[in-house]
């Protein structure tokens, strides 16, 4: 029975309820990050999250890393809609200077551990409709590095 017992401990997934990030299931020691879902307010929406650290980790770091998104989004959001904007004229001609929300809807974050500033990190966003794209943001800090599309 111990053999057993060992064994399902070795492969059960480890669960958490986080006060910010909500359920969340931890992905395994090789991985070191956590999945869950969260309210990201700015855009009224709940996205995926990935969040960086371990079994044991309080993910104190990583709340405050989620809260400053939240309170910089407005100029954030300015930064990642202007390469979103400039990344999609080549798949989608068609769209002009208009507001990049009103093609990108927030679909999921990652979340490092460490101080904002230096963190590398990305947000992704779909777009909704015919094309289905999943367009993703690379950040360092506050500067949006590169996109990566996935059609």
Same mark, same amino acid.
């Given at each position: ?8 401990r ?6 958490? !309820? ?13 991985l070191?990050? +956590? ?36 309170? !910089?989004? %407005? ?7 202007r ?8 798949? !989608? ?27 590398e +990190? !990305? ?20 500067q949006?590095?590169? %996109?990566?599309?996935?059609?």
């Amino acid at each position: 029975m111990r053999l057993v017992d060992a064994l399902f401990r070795r492969f059960r997934r480890i669960r958490r !309820e986080d006060p910010v990030f909500g359920s969340m299931l931890y992905m395994g020691d090789r991985l070191k990050y +956590w999945e869950g879902k969260a309210k990201f307010g700015p855009t009224n929406s709940v996205i995926e999250i990935f969040v960086d650290g371990s079994a044991q980790d309080s993910l104190g770091e990583q709340r405050k890393f989620f809260e400053h998104v939240v309170q !910089e989004w %407005v100029g954030l959001s300015e930064v990642i809609g202007r390469i979103l904007l400039e990344s999609s004229r080549k798949y !989608e001609p068609i769209l002009q200077d208009d507001s990049p929300w009103d093609h990108f809807k927030a679909s999921s974050l990652s979340i490092p551990q460490g101080p904002f500033e230096d963190a590398e +990190w !990305e947000f992704s966003f779909a777009t909704p409709g015919k094309t289905n794209r999943l367009w993703t943001v690379r950040m360092k800090g506050r500067q949006a590095r590169q %996109v990566v599309v996935d059609d």
